[in-house]
């Protein structure tokens, strides 16, 4: 039994140093990999990446004022589009930007929100990335996403699509 332990302890002290070795490994390639997409990101002026774990958006994050439909159109007119964000990775990406379209809304149907590469938003992720209470429609035409409305709100509100707010721009690479 004595002899069982010792051996098995010694398997694990072994292998310990491989294990470390293929964790730096994989830390050296996720870097690799990010820098790599950072640059291609880099490319296009006003954008750069962010990352939160293996997750990487290319991001532009425009300080000056548009709707939301003239903001779809600048994005567009630079062949990119209101930020998607499909996962909670990528809303923690998104959290500190302040005021700033999204690409989110339910023009189509009244309480469907989709995003800008047309699909429909999960509910599970609905309940986590929107601010308590929101969206709710508080006057009719509030169809339209926005992350940081107002500075206590931490997630995101439906709000009306004619205000002015800074906008994100997402690249697809
Ligand atoms: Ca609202």
């Not at 964000?85 to 023009?107: M, R, S, Y």
């Not at 989709?114 to 929107?130: N, P, T």
Request: glycine share 4%; proline share 3%.
């Amino acid at each position: 039994m004595a002899t069982r332990i010792v051996v098995i302890l010694l398997i694990c002290i072994l292998s310990f140093p491989i294990y470390q070795g293929r964790q730096e490994e994989k830390k050296a390639l996720t870097k690799r990999t990010i820098s790599i997409y950072d640059a291609k990101c880099r490319k296009f002026s006003g954008f750069r990446s962010y990352t939160e774990g293996d997750v990487k958006m290319c991001l532009s994050y425009r300080q000056d004022f548009k709707n939301y439909t003239d903001a779809r159109t600048y994005c567009s007119s630079v062949n990119s589009r209101l930020a998607v964000i499909k996962t909670w990775e990528k809303f923690q990406i998104v959290v500190p930007f302040v005021n700033a379209w999204i690409g989110l809304d339910d023009l189509e149907t009244e309480g469907t929100f989709k995003w800008a590469d047309g699909s429909v938003l999960d509910d599970h992720l609905k309940s986590r990335i929107f601010y308590p209470g929101e969206p709710n429609a508080y006057y009719p035409q509030e169809n339209c996403v926005c992350q940081r409305c107002w500075t206590y709100f931490d997630k995101l509100c439906d709000t009306l699509c004619y205000l002015a707010k800074h906008y994100l721009c997402e690249k697809v690479i």
